[in-house]
């Protein structure tokens, strides 16, 4: 649940910065150096691996089952808009903590012993879709995991922003 809520934060952030980039104090070009780095992570959980997919990678064989959880663009902003804590005029938006998350916005899927189908409840569902992103719902192990693909492209670009920042900070205003 923990990577899932971080995977949620980190969408919710780039929202926030997307909706309003006043939030962060410091020269625009600083601002800028930013954009790109947001963009390749989105590109990176939204990317449909074609050429991996047309090089073969994906067997027509059922047994050989693949998995993936992309995550489209305007799911992206969604999952990023209901990590937002509600603004008022006194009070700027900001990103809900973990306690916050857990309580309202996380179920887990439980699935009905007489009939077999998984329900999802309550759970949001932009969550839920982060979280087919992070957790195997299916109960067929797949050989070939796109999730996994699309998680290291993500970690690669984060620490590509991370090398972004260690230049001049960045800093929220507070």
């Known amino acids: 649940m923990n990577l899932v809520y971080r995977l949620c934060a980190m969408l919710g952030w780039m929202e926030l ?22 963009q390749a992570i989105r590109t990176a ?13 994906l067997s027509a064989e059922p047994s050989l089952a693949s998995a993936d959880g ?13 990590m937002l804590t509600p603004t008022t005029k006194d009070t700027p938006p900001a990103v809900i903590g973990y306690g916050t998350f ?22 949001n569902f932009w969550i839920w879709n982060a979280t087919r992103f992070i957790i195997d719902m ?12 699309r998680l290291m492209k993500v970690l690669a670009e984060l620490h590509k922003l991370n090398e972004v920042l260690e230049g001049e900070p960045i800093i929220p205003e507070q």
Do not use: H, M
């Not at 992309?70 to 209901?82: F, P, S």
């Open 17 to 38: 910065y997307r909706a309003d980039p006043t939030f962060l104090s410091g020269p625009k070009e600083d601002k800028r150096k930013l954009e790109p780095s947001f």
């Open 102 to 123: 857990c309580v309202n916005l996380f179920r887990f899927a439980k699935k009905d012993d007489t009939t077999g189908i998984i329900r999802f409840g309550d759970q």
């Open 70 to 82: 992309i995550i489209l663009d305007d799911d992206q902003r969604a999952i990023g808009e209901t």
């Open 138 to 149: 299916g109960s067929v192990p797949a050989t070939v995991d796109f999730r996994r693909k």
């Open 45 to 57: 959980l939204s990317a449909e691996f074609t050429e991996e997919k047309a090089a073969g990678l």
